[in-house]
Structures are given as C-alpha cells and as structure tokens.
C-alpha cells in the first residue's frame, strides 16, 4: 500500500540522574563527594532511505522512544548513554510540529540526517558541585527530560516530470510504455488511487524521473477527489506533461479539460501554473481525434507545445519524453544560476520578554519559560539542598524581580510545570 501521510509521537530519552555518594575507605575518616553523573538520553534520529517510497512504517506503529540514560554511580562513575532511535523515512519526506506546524525537516537527499527529537542531558553527581565554600555537597541533579512532540510526516514525490490530467486520460499507460512502472490499467475512471514513478531513460546515460499523478476532477485545490493529497506531489516537479484526452466524450472537449486543470493547479499554488508544461494529445489512434486536435491547436498552440501521440500503440511517445528531458535539463540549469546569485539579507534582532508570566483568574501566577522549566525538572525536591539551590538560581535568572514585576506578593502560589510553589519576597 501507498500511504502518504502520518502522525507520529516521537520522545528523546531522559538524562540518568545524577546521585549523592561519599568516599567509605579504610584510614579516610571523612571523604570527599564521589558521586557520578547520569548518561545522557539517547536521540531519536530520522535518515532519508532512497529504498523506501512510503510512510507504511508508521502507519502501524506511531510511538517511537530513544533509550533513557542510566544513573550514576559511587566511585565517580558515569550512567552509560541512553540509546538512539533511527527512523528511517523516504526521500520527499516534509516533518512538521503538529502543534505549531513548524518546519522541522525537509529530507531530499539519500543518507541526509536530521535530530528530531534531542535527549536530555544527565543529571550531574555531587562531585560536580564542590566548592570552596561547599566542600561536601550534599545533593545531585535529577536527569533532564527529553524532548517530545507529536510530528505530521508527509511525502511529497521526488520527481523531475509530473504527468497531469482528468481520470482516465491515459497518464497510466504512458508511463507503463515509457518506463518499467507497471502501474493498474483500466478503461474506467480513477484506476489510479496512488502516484507511481518511473524511470525514464533518454539515449546513453540519459534518464529522468517520471511521476503518473492519479486524474484531477474540478475543484482539486479544494480537496475535492483528494486534490490536496494529489497535487502536493506536483509541488517538487520541474515539467508538467498535460495529458489529454482526444476521443469523442459527452459534454467534454479537450480544450475545456485543458482550462479546467490549469485552473485548479494555479489555485492550489501560484509556481505550479507557471511551471514549464507540453502538452500530450492523447489518443490520436481513435476516429475524430485529427478533428479535435486541430481545434485544439488554433486555441492553445500559439502557447504551448502539443504532441500528438497514442499511450495504446506508442505513437509519439519517444519526442514526447525527449522533450520533457530537454525542458528538464534547463530548469535545472535554471535553478544553478539562480544558486550563484549572491543574497544579502539584513538581519534584525528584537529582543523579547525572557519570561511568559499571566496570573490566571485563579489568581495563580503561570510561568513558561524552556530553561525554568528544565531546572524544575533537574530538581530533586526531596533534597532540601537542591531546592534551595533552585531557589538561587531563579534568583539569578532574574525570575524573582519578573514575577514582582508582575505584581506577585508574599504568599501567592506559582505555578511552574504544574507544579506549585508560595512566592516568599
């Protein structure tokens, strides 16, 4: 099965903690701090795979967690690392956050390598934390939870020729005849459900990826017939082929199909009616198919090239595929040019509150901020040290003055990665 689209939970692993441990030696009444870090958490990691063409993998299985970090240990020794999860996705593969629907990936190349899902760091021993003035620390952190998020995976196909067009116009059995793609043939409309790719290969060491995109029916940019799920896979093409179809169809000419999906590809995106299209007159092997093609080019040939051929017989395919290959090469010329341009972009920073702080109609003051919230989760709060050692640190950060800032007085309950504390001034 050809499945296209996915959402996936995906967590890093958490950091080990860290632990408070003390020398015990023979003829060493009081030693020092000996007490290890936690490992880190592994990642989960996504690799592009040019052998993979779907997202089946992640259709029956959507929760992917990288290993946890192990604790630390006596002796000064070390948790061991946690392990990373390597997802494996096809090329064409556009990540993005669920929620925010950011842009996280974009996989176009064999082997290119993305963390999508950072561990967390180990928590550190209380050997890390001697000082002159804490010569026995007395606490560790905790490990640091790693990253999670729900993730939208959605494959766009890499191909260099997209073969366009109403159901049943005959885009299967080009691509049949012009490669080893051996995709479902039918005399019936919307035989193709899935796109399917083909090699094409032009003369010597020549060749071209070709895409049969299933039939578009008016209103495709809306949704209509799946339009969305099939014309995201036009997007990463360099040449269109409009198939046509010239036999005699009641209430349709080929001219009118011609408009109808031209329409539908500029509505869905403005870069895809611009794109460089030929036209392929399908069907010519049928009576009455000479008639309409003349028809057909006192309307749009003054615009576009038309190749009259037959996908049933293989009339016209051969200059039909060398065209495309030439039209390819110099989009591709096109795109090294416009690489070598040199862009100047002018960067400007504005600085931004460095807490979120609201006061809710509870009248409890919620705090977001990412590194708040980490030391939160770092924080032993059954080690009387390590609270107060957290309590240092806001101060530090500045939390204290942003929270009286806001108007938060002795006494009043804050609430930070759902847990609450009492603000004392």
Known sequence: MF???????????????GIVAFRREKYVPEGGPCGGDGGRGGNVIMIADEGLRTLIDFKYKQHYK?????????????????????????????VRNAETDELL????????????APGGRGGRGNTRFVSPHNRVPDFAEKGEPGKEAWLLLELKLLADVGLVGFPNAGKSTIISRVSAAKPKIADYPFTTLTPNLGVVRIGEGNSFVLADIPGLIEGAHTGAGLGHHFLRHLERTKVLIHVLDMSEQPERTPWEDFRIINEELKAYKEMLASRPQIVAANKMDLSGAEERLTELKSKIGESYEIFPISAATGLGLGPLMERAFQLVQEAENELLGQADETEVRHIHVVPKERFKIFRNDAGIFEVSDEEVEKHVAMTDFDNEAAVKRLQRIFKKMGLDNALREKGAKAGDVIRINNLEFVFAD
């Open 3 to 17: 499945y296209d689209r996915a959402k996936i939970y995906v967590k890093g692993g958490d950091g080990g903690n």
């Open 66 to 94: 990288a290993g946890r970090g192990q604790h630390g240990q006596g002796k000064g020794m070390h948790g061991k690392s946690g392990k990373d999860l390597v997802l494996r996705v096809p090329l064409g593969t556009v």
């Open 105 to 116: 990936a974009d996989f176009i190349t064999h082997g290119q390598k993305v963390v999508i």
